[in-house]
Nanobody, 125 residues
């Protein structure tokens, strides 16, 4: 089992940047594919980005391509989401999640086994 703790959320003006971090407990972080999801009020949870166990494969939702970058540091048991050129529509609670199966990079929420508590990102116009 792995525990995930997100940090780095906050309030930022449109066009600004934030970097989210997700620290994982345990010694097997490199055996999990990782994903970032977000959920805005009244909307379903959606995949934002995902990264394979080794970091050599990634997925981005169309709305964040070119603005967000997912990365991981397996030595530090941490996955990151660098968010640039933020827009008000990026406002949401952001969650990181871990997928213990070796099916590559997945964007479906049901594929992920462990979830963090979420961190709020608010982008003002």
């Amino acid at each position: 089992q792995v525990q995930l703790v997100e940090s780095g959320g906050g309030l930022v003006q449109a066009g600004g940047s934030l970097r989210l971090s997700c620290a994982a407990s345990g010694r097997t972080f490199s055996s999990y594919a990782m994903g970032w999801f977000r959920q805005a009020p009244g909307k379903e949870r959606e995949a934002v980005a995902a990264i394979s166990r080794s970091g050599d494969s990634t997925y981005y939702a169309d709305g964040v391509k070119g603005r967000f970058t997912i990365s991981r540091d397996n030595a530090k048991n941490t996955v990151y989401l660098q968010m640039n050129s933020l827009k008000p529509e990026d406002t949401a609670v952001y969650y990181c999640a871990a997928d213990r199966r070796d099916y590559g990079v997945r964007r479906e929420a049901y594929a992920y086994d462990y979830w963090g508590q979420g961190t709020q990102v608010t982008v003002s116009s």
